[in-house]
């Protein structure tokens, strides 16, 4: 049985910082991907960013250079360090795992993150 479980979400300023996490448990952690969505209010659900088990990153061109994607294998664990947010970034973000990069098999109940001053 494959569990997401995320946290860290928050309301943060514009300019600010936050870190998701998302715990995996069961066999999630032996797919080779694991990564965030995003889905703002009235808006498709879209990739921000994945990673591989080797380590492979990947990213939407709106995050680039913002966020970064870790991953601890001992922990089980994906991190999402978002820092220089911005209004657009508000959305309930949602980990996935997977056999490949932006192809889920398993979904997370989302994390609510608002960047508002």
């Known amino acids: 049985q494959v569990q997401l479980v995320e946290s860290g979400g928050g309301l943060v300023q514009p300019g600010g910082s936050l870190r998701l996490s998302c715990a995996a448990t069961?066999?999630?952690?032996?797919?080779?991907?694991m990564g965030w969505y995003r889905q703002a209010p009235g808006k498709q659900r879209e990739l921000v960013a994945g990673?591989?088990?080797?380590?492979?990153?990947d990213y939407a061109d709106s995050v680039k250079g913002r966020f970064t994607i870790s991953r601890d294998n001992a922990k089980n664990t994906v991190y999402l360090q978002m820092n220089s947010l911005k209004p657009e970034d508000t959305a309930v973000y949602y980990c996935?795992?997977?056999?490949?990069?932006?192809?889920?098999?398993?979904w997370g109940q989302g994390t609510q993150v608002t960047v508002a001053s």
């Open positions: 996935y795992a997977g056999y490949s990069l932006g192809n889920p098999v398993s």
């Open positions: 069961g066999s999630a952690f032996r797919l080779n991907a």
């Open positions: 990673i591989t088990i080797t380590g492979y990153t």
